[in-house]
C-alpha cells in the first residue's frame, strides 16, 4: 500500500507530527498539501523537540524526501528559519521541493491578517496572525504571486507593483495606515528567492512519478477536519482543505492514487481560537487537562481550549475526510483522571440531532449527551504493546472505536516515537 493521508480529526493539535514522523521511517516522500505556518507540528526524536510550521515531518528522516505542495502557502522567511534551526541541528533538507506553484505569503498578507481581525471586534476569528487567510483570498482571487513568478525577477517585480497598488489603497484609505514600500519588499524577497531557489520544482510531477514507482508516498494535512473551509464549523475555520481528499488537489496527485485515510484523534477535544467547541469544559477540569497535557499553541503560544472527547465530530470527520482508521494520540495525558465523558450525541430543544449541524446558532445550542467511563488511574506512557494497556484503557480506546466507526490501528502514549503501539501494517 503506497501512498497514506494522514489527517486531523478535530480542531488541529491531533498529534499529526508525532504520528507522521513514525510513518515516516518507512515512507521514502513525504507531502504537505495545505495550510501554512498557522501550524505547528512537534515531533521529538530522542529527546530533542522540533517544531515544524511548514517542514514536512519526514524531514528528520536522513533519506526521506519531503515535498511542499501547491496548495501550501509558504512564508519564505519562516521557511528559511526551520532550515536553519534544522541544518544547525545537523539535519540534512537537500531533499526538500518546494512547489513551484505554491504562492507566497507577503507582508501585506500578515498585516490584513492582523487587521481585518481588529476590525471584526468581537466576531474575531482568533486566526493565527500568519496572514494565511489573505493569502488564500489573493489565490482564489487570481492576484496572489506564485514561486514560479517569485523566481522570475521581471515578473516578480510587475506582480509585486499590481499588489502593493491595490493593497496601498486597502491599508491607507480602509485602514488608515501607512502605504508599504515597494523596493524594501522587492528587495527582501529577491534575497528569499536566490536561496529558495535550488528547492522549486514541479512537485506534482515528482509525486507522480514516485507513485508510479511504487515507492511509499505519505500526504500530511495540517489543520483538521472541523476547521475546514467547506466542512468545519464556518466561519471559525482556517483558509483551505485540511479534509484527505484535498490531498489530490493540494499536491496534484488524481484521487485514486490515494490508499488509506489515517484520521488522528486526540484523547480528548482541544481547540485554539474562536469558535463552537459543545464539549468544552471551562471549568478547573479543563484546566487541570490544559497542565496535564501542557496545552499551550505551537505556533502562537496561546492557551488551548479543553474538553471530552467528542464522537459526534469523529462520525462527522470520518465522513468528510473517508478515514480508513485512526490514530488515537495522547491517551496518556487522562492517566489521572478517575472519570471519563465520551459525548455520544447532541441533543437541542430536546430532540437528538442526527447529523452534525451546519448552523452556529445550533451548534451553540446543542448540549452533549455523555456517556460514563471510568478512568485507568495508571501512568501507561510505559506500554508498548496494546495488551500492555491497563482494562479501562482498552476499554475506552473500544468505546471510542464503537462510537466514531474508526478502527484504532495506532494508539499512542507519548511524544516519543517508541511510545505508539501499533496494532495493523500500516505501508502493506
Ligand atoms: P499537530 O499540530 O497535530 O502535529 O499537533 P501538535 O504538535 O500541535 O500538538 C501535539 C502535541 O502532543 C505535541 O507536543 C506532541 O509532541 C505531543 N504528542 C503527540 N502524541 C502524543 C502522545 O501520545 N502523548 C503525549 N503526551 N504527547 C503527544
Ligand atoms: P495544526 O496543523 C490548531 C486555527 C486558528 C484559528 C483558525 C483560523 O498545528 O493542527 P488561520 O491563521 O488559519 O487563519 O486561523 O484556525 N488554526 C489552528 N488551530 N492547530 C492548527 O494547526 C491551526 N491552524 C489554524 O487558531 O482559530
Ligand atoms: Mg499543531
Known amino acids: 500500500m503506497p501512498s497514506i493521508v494522514v489527517t486531523g480529526t ?5 498529534g499529526k507530527g508525532k504520528i507522521v514522523d513514525f510513518l515516516a521511517e518507512r515512507a521514502d516522500v513525504v507531502a504537505r498539501y495545505q495550510g501554512g505556518n498557522n501550524a ?64 507566497v505569503i507577503m507582508p501585506y498578507h500578515r498585516l490584513l491578517d492582523q487587521l481585518e481581525e481588529e476590525g471584526k471586534g468581537d466576531a474575531k476569528l482568533g486566526t493565527t496572525g500568519r496572514g494565511i487567510g489573505p ?11 506564485r514561486f514560479v513568478s ?5 515578473d516578480f517585480a510587475a506582480e509585486l507593483r499590481r499588489n502593493l497598488d491595490f493593497k496601498n489603497l486597502i491599508l491607507t484609505r480602509v485602514y488608515g495606515r501607512a502605504p508599504l514600500d515597494f523596493a524594501a519588499i522587492y528587495d527582501e524577497y529577491r534575497g528569499y528567492a536566490a536561496r529558495l531557489r535550488p528547492y522549486v520544482t514541479d512537485t506534482s510531477r515528482l509525486l507522480n512519478r514516485e507513485l508510479e514507482a511504487g515507492h511509499k508516498v505519505l500526504f500530511e494535512g495540517a489543520q483538521a477536519a472541523m476547521l475546514d473551509l467547506d466542512h468545519g464549523t ?38 485554539v481560537g474562536a ?12 484546566d487541570a487537562i490544559r497542565e496535564a497535557g501542557h496545552e499551550y499553541g505551537t505556533t502562537t503560544g496561546r492557551p488551548r481550549r479543553c474538553g ?78 496494546y495488551e500492555d494497556l491497563p ?19 495506532i494508539v499512542s502514549v507519548g511524544p516519543a516515537r517508541d511510545q505508539t503501539i501499533i496494532r495493523e501494517p500500516m505501508f502493506d
Open 10 to 14: 478535530q480542531w488541529g493539535d491531533e
Open 40 to 103: 505547528g507540528h512537534t515531533v521529538v526524536v530522542k529527546g530533542e523537540v522540533h517544531k515544524l510550521h511548514l517542514l514536512p515531518s519526514g524531514i528528520l528522516y536522513p533519506g526521506c524526501r519531503c515535498v511542499i505542495g501547491n496548495d501550501v502557502v509558504v512564508d519564505p522567511a519562516v521557511l528559511l528559519q526551520e532550515l536553519e534551526t534544522l541544518t544547525a541541528r545537523g539535519f540534512d533538507a537537500a531533499g526538500l521541493r518546494i512547489s513551484n506553484r505554491a504562492h
Open 135 to 145: 493569502c488564500y483570498q489573493d489565490k482564489v482571487a487570481r492576484t496572489g504571486i
Open 150 to 154: 517569485l523566481l522570475d525577477d521581471e
Open 234 to 271: 464556518y466561519p471559525y475555520v482556517t483558509s483551505s482543505h485540511p479534509i484527505a481528499a484535498h490531498a489530490g488537489v493540494g499536491a496534484g496527485v488524481g484521487p485514486r492514487r490515494i490508499d488509506k485515510v489515517i484520521g488522528v484523534v486526540k484523547a480528548y477535544t482541544t481547540r
Open 275 to 286: 469558535g463552537p467547541f459543545p464539549t468544552e469544559l471551562t471549568n478547573a477540569l479543563g
Open 308 to 385: 471530552w472527547l467528542d464522537a459526534c465530530v469523529l462520525r462527522y470527520a470520518r465522513d468528510v475526510s473517508g478515514i480508513d482508521c485512526m490514530a488515537l494520540t495522547r491517551l496518556d495525558i487522562l492517566d489521572r483522571l478517575p472519570d471519563l465523558k465520551i459525548c455520544t450525541g447532541y441533543r437541542c430543544q430536546g430532540q437528538l440531532l442526527d447529523e452534525f449541524p451546519a448552523s452556529l446558532k445550533v451548534l451553540g445550542q446543542v448540549e452533549p449527551v455523555y456517556e460514563d467511563l471510568p478512568g485507568w488511574m495508571t501512568d501507561i506512557s510505559t506500554a508498548r504493546r
Open 391 to 409: 482494562p479501562a484503557c482498552r476499554a475506552y480506546v473500544e468505546r471510542i472505536a464503537a462510537l466514531s466507526g474508526m478502527r484504532a490501528a
